[in-house]
């Protein structure tokens, strides 16, 4: 089975602080992504990146940066957090052709106070 | 408008019931379409692909109408482990970027 992994399950942060989140997948995935989900929102996509040091903006890419320096890890950055980035963040990855779906980490949940 | 809409929960069905759940998508260039499944404070995981032809998988059966840009999930014979939020996903663009549906919370009662 496919694995995503994410560094920390739960984060509690101060208003200020550069943010790392990290993920890792096993399968030699070409795609990877960063998802936030808020209650009433769903999820919306962040960032995504298609290989090695690539990246695109999805919908809300304000205060957040990301690094993929090598194929399996993809890190989310945001560069000085705010109360309005408490949220789940999910990271994701896939195979290259659009007919397959995602595989999810289970989550971090970050708390900024 | 959102670019994916499903109907708004929840649902709340007897053991044994079934249950339809539908969602539309506005951009027309949508490639590949899917039914993703969350339990509380989990992740989404890949319930099922949609297809033109129609697909079934046990009790689940999805369809997809590419004219009227329709998808829709039907749950037969709901057992209490099917209590979850269904997400209605499309995928687009290179490589594919999966955009998401609110969902729909489906609570099965004994």
């Not at chain 1, 990146?49 to 990301?66: C, F, N, Q, T």
């Not at chain 2, 369809?63 to 996903?89: E, F, G, M, P």
Request: with cysteine; net charge positive; aromatic share 12%.
């Amino acid at each position: 089975d496919v694995k995503v992994t994410q560094s920390s399950r739960y984060l509690v942060k101060r208003t200020g602080e550069k943010v790392f989140l990290e993920c890792v997948q096993d399968m030699d995935h070409e795609n990877m992504f960063w998802y936030r989900q808020d209650p009433g929102l769903g999820l919306r996509l962040i960032y995504f990146s298609y290989d090695v040091k690539m990246k695109e903006k999805g919908d809300i890419p304000e205060g957040y940066s990301v690094s993929r320096e090598k194929k399996e890890r993809f890190s989310l950055i945001l560069e000085s957090a705010s109360t309005n980035q408490t949220s789940m963040y999910l990271c994701a990855s896939s195979r290259g052709q659009a007919s397959y779906g995602y595989t999810f980490g289970s989550g971090t949940r970050l708390t900024v106070v | 408008r959102k670019e994916v809409e499903q109907d708004p929960g929840p649902f709340n069905v007897p053991e044994g019931a079934t249950v339809a759940f539908n969602c539309t998508y506005s951009n027309s260039a949508s490639q590949s379409f899917f039914w993703y499944r969350q339990d509380c404070r989990k992740e989404p995981k890949l319930l099922m692909s949609v297809y033109s032809s129609g697909n079934e998988d046990g009790r689940f059966t999805a369809q997809l109408n590419r004219a009227s840009q329709y998808i829709s999930l039907l749950i037969r014979d709901s057992k209490l482990s099917d209590s979850a939020t269904y997400l209605c996903v499309v995928k687009r663009g290179q490589g594919g970027k999966l955009i998401f549906g609110q969902g729909t919370e489906l609570s099965v009662k004994p």
